[in-house]
């Protein structure tokens, strides 16, 4: 291919064919949702086996759950303006050896004080490196396969869940509950130094902000050869003010009800998924099943949410993506309605948690993908981390509250229907998106202001 004098980089990935430096890309940033994913959940499937070593009640156990949640929400807050700043490959990086080394470290804990303090800290560098990987997958994506792309590479955090629960399954028995925070730490820490070789920074980015050309001249090249030389100038076609005024931003006139709209239905989907994510082996132990037959029911919910993610990305690029995630959601209400009035056998319920994590994890993506698709570049990461850490306080609740009804004793069936609540609240937040999405224009001079008020 000729040189280009002039080449924007929008119009260039949108014009090329999904080729080998964007599967690349695809499959670093879904390992770094795997790693995410397992030692996300990781106190989910120890729990069991912890409170019986340390002779705890469960309620003390959830202070554990939600400091390592609250670790994952300021971590996002902090993540994405970290990212619209400093770029995208630095904060993924530092962000994952950080919370392999805390979670590595976590497995030698005396006490739950000490326990809950590096599960914080642990949450602090999960929370960075998932928005962040996510942005950087989409920026990488053409426009037809962006939300694919996207809740492709959340498939990795289902993926990764559902491996804890079979590692569980596996190592607990065999070595203990300090065998899963190891793995989670070991291999992180031994993947971030390979990111440090591998991979690049944001196309989008750089060209948005003129910096680092000559990678920038490296990775057009990479997708498609001969494309720039040394003449050709980069050109974004969005503002490259950013900065610290992008948090204004998403909650400017313009996008501000879009914001809040991704705000609730992030928050009522994540009180959901860590509600079952946290309690859901408990539950089901409760119920009369074994510890090993939790951890598979547990796990089946992951695997159901690594095939939904892929069936609403590709149906969120093929249809109205709003009409796609309230039909999922009501799909999900309907099923913790099953089962909380069926009695089903342990593959009935198997086969009920598979199809209920087919559709809350799947539309737990499918906010990331609208939020992605929703903001400029100037403000992507800013706005998707941004809704991710609002979201992760309904997590954080999620996984209170269940300790909560668990403590009053609150049945199965109960603690099931109880979930069609916040269900219920993000289909409204999503038909709210849906009605008001204008996709507004952000112009420089908005920018400007916003950055330097």
């Not at 939020?371 to 400029?376: E, G, N, R």
């Not at 706005?383 to 954080?396: E, L, N, P, Q």
Request: with cysteine.
């Amino acid at each position: 291919m000729k040189p280009s004098s002039q080449l924007d980089i929008q119009t260039f990935l949108d014009s090329r064919p999904f080729g080998h430096f964007q599967w690349k890309i695809l499959l670093l940033c879904l390992t770094v949702l795997i790693l995410d994913g397992f030692d996300v959940v990781a106190m989910g499937f120890i729990a069991p086996s912890l409170i019986a070593d340390w002779n705890i009640p469960r309620e003390e156990l959830g202070i554990v759950m939600s400091m390592g949640l609250f670790g994952l929400a300021i971590g996002a807050l902090m993540g994405g303006p970290l990212a619209d700043r400093f770029g995208r490959r630095k904060v993924i990086i530092v962000s994952i050896f950080f919370f392999g080394f805390m979670s590595l470290i976590s497995a030698w804990s005396p006490n739950v004080e000490i326990l809950s303090l590096l599960r914080f800290l642990t949450g602090l560098g999960l929370g960075a490196s998932q928005p962040n990987a996510a942005t950087l997958a989409s920026e990488y994506a053409p426009k037809k396969y962006r939300s694919l792309m996207v809740t492709v590479v959340y498939c990795g955090f289902t993926l990764g869940a559902a491996g804890g629960g079979f590692l569980a399954n596996g190592l607990i028995p065999s070595h203990g509950w300090e065998s899963i925070l190891v793995v989670g730490g070991v291999v992180p820490i031994l993947f971030a130094v390979l990111l440090c070789f591998v991979l690049p920074e944001s196309a989008k980015y750089m060209a948005m902000k003129h910096q680092h050309r000559e990678e920038l001249q490296q990775v057009v090249n990479a997708i498609e050869p001969g494309t720039a030389n040394q003449a050709t100038q980069f050109i974004s076609p969005e503002p490259q003010r950013a900065g610290k005024g992008t948090i204004k931003l998403i909650l400017s006139p313009s996008h501000r009800l879009i914001t809040l709209a991704l705000w609730v239905g992030l928050f009522m989907n994540l009180l959901t998924v860590y509600f079952l994510n946290s309690w859901l082996p408990i539950i089901v132990k409760d119920d009369g099943f074994s510890l090993a037959d939790a951890a598979l029911v547990g796990a089946m919910m992951q695997v159901g949410g690594t095939l939904g993610n892929i069936v609403i990305g590709w149906e969120m690029d093929r249809f109205n993506p709003h009409k796609v995630m309230i039909g999922t959601l009501i799909g999900g209400a309907v099923l913790t309605l099953s089962l909380g009035n069926l009695s089903p056998g342990l593959y009935g319920l198997m086969a009920l948690v598979f199809m209920l994590g087919f559709c809350i994890n799947a539309t737990n993506t499918g906010w990331t993908a609208m939020a992605a698709t929703y903001y400029p570049t100037a403000m992507r990461a800013t706005g998707t981390s941004w809704m991710t850490g609002i979201g992760r306080f309904g997590a954080i609740l999620g996984a209170s509250v269940g300790a909560v009804l668990l403590g009053l004793k609150w049945d199965f069936s109960h603690l099931f229907m109880f979930l069609t609540l916040p269900i219920g609240i993000a289909v409204v937040a999503a038909y709210v998106k849906g009605l008001y999405d204008r996709k507004p224009q952000v112009s420089a001079n908005t920018l400007s202001k916003a950055s330097h008020s």
